[in-house]
């Protein structure tokens, strides 16, 4: 029996930095483990990507990839050949990866071949929809993963229908979940200043009070790539504007589409649409837990909205996270039924939910608890299980 297991945690782009943090929290001091941080680089925003390491206490990254952006294939194909590198050298035990970005298919792929152990936090999530590059990426990681921490009962049941044994299957919750609780007082505590597109400051609480206004994120080619697409959405972002202040972070895929198809000047004639760059970590939670509502095509804010129980709209023809419509705030929504939904937000009526079995805070620990129930098995190093 092994006493002491070297594990890889391999974060790539922001959406994993919140699910690594809780785990890193949990597992450092752990005698079991020796835990091995790898940042592949993948995010495009280095700044960016050094300002959450640090709001969410992340220690600094044992191994950078830095592999910077690059179309899909090119980016997978570094972080493998780079990857590869680390793994030879470090001979870890296993390796997790979490969500759906590349790094985490790239990564699974070269540990698999390795014979490494592989574990898939977030797994068994499905929009059933090939065109989104990340749900290629969850099919290929669960295809050949060993272990899977599921976050709620559909992905669970997902990966039986895909043939995965119930004995590999682990629902612990919501890592995500873990890093709001975590940090919600912190977030709520600060005095934020958002500055607008017009130089305009707007500092929260102050300027404007909780509950008086929307938050939107858009950044998926099915809403932002295409002109067209892109018109529909700034028609209803200016007719929402006209109803409640709105503050969008935007994305540099968006903001960059906005201007090659010269739409400044029109999303620069809504007075109450509040253009502004990336934040961080905490204030975007603080930005979203006070809120009225969220407009987005994310995945991850809605499981944040669900748990703070903030009417989500999702501008998508499906989600890999059904739990959040469910049993959460979430509602998926076509572009022409938007105003009618924020206006049934705005008399008071929008959709409230529950919070889903298990996003309680405490999934990072439930998470450890079954790694060293897993490593005192001597079937954990053979390939029985």
């Not at 504007?241 to 000047?265: D, Q």
Request: proline share 4%; hydrophobic share 40%.
């Amino acid at each position: 029996m092994k006493s002491n297991i070297k594990i890889i945690l391999v974060a790539g782009a922001r959406p994993n930095f919140m699910k690594i943090a809780p785990l890193m929290d949990e597992l450092y001091g752990k005698k079991n483990f020796n835990p091995v941080l790898v940042h592949t680089g993948q995010h495009y925003d280095e700044k960016m990507s050094d300002l959450f390491f640090k709001q969410l206490g992340i220690p600094e990254p044992d191994i950078n990839l830095e592999v910077g952006s690059a179309s899909h294939a090119v980016q997978t194909a570094r972080i493998m050949e780079r990857f590869e590198k680390v793994c030879v050298d470090e001979k870890p035990d296993a390796v997790l990866v979490v969500g759906d970005v590349n790094s985490t298919a790239a990564c699974v792929l070269v540990a698999s071949k390795l014979q490494i152990k592989t574990i898939h936090y977030e797994a068994g999530l499905r929009s059933n929809d090939r065109s989104m590059p990340e749900e290629i990426n969850r099919m290929v990681t669960d295809a050949i993963c060993d272990i899977f921490f599921t976050t709620s009962v559909d992905a669970d049941e997902n990966l039986i229908n895909e043939g995965k044994k119930q004995e590999k299957i682990f629902m612990v919750g919501n890592l995500m979940i873990d890093s709001l609780v975590n940090n919600i007082k912190i977030a709520r505590d600060l005095n934020v200043e958002i500055i607008g597109q017009n130089g305009k400051n707007y500092v929260l609480g102050q300027d404007i009070r909780a509950g008086q206004y929307g938050v939107m994120t858009f950044h998926r080619p099915s809403n932002v790539d295409k002109n067209e697409d892109l018109e529909k959405l700034l028609d209803v972002w200016g007719m929402i504007s006209k109803k409640i202040t709105l503050f969008f972070p935007i994305h540099p895929r968006t903001l960059k589409n906005i201007k090659a198809f010269g739409l400044e000047k029109r999303i620069e004639s809504f007075p109450n649409l509040i253009l502004c760059e990336p934040v961080g970590y905490l204030e975007f939670l603080k930005l979203v837990s006070e809120s009225k509502f969220v407009l987005t095509d994310s995945g991850g804010i809605q499981e944040e909205t669900t748990y703070l129980n903030i009417p989500c709209l999702t501008i998508r023809s499906n989600t890999e996270r059904p739990v959040t419509i469910w049993e959460g705030s979430n509602k998926l929504i076509k572009t022409q039924d938007v105003e009618d939904e924020i206006d049934l937000i705005l008399k008071g009526k929008g959709k409230k939910g529950k919070t889903p079995k298990f996003w309680d805070g405490k999934s990072a620990n439930r998470i450890v608890k079954i790694l060293e129930k897993l490593i005192k098995n001597e079937r954990f190093y053979s390939n029985n299980i």
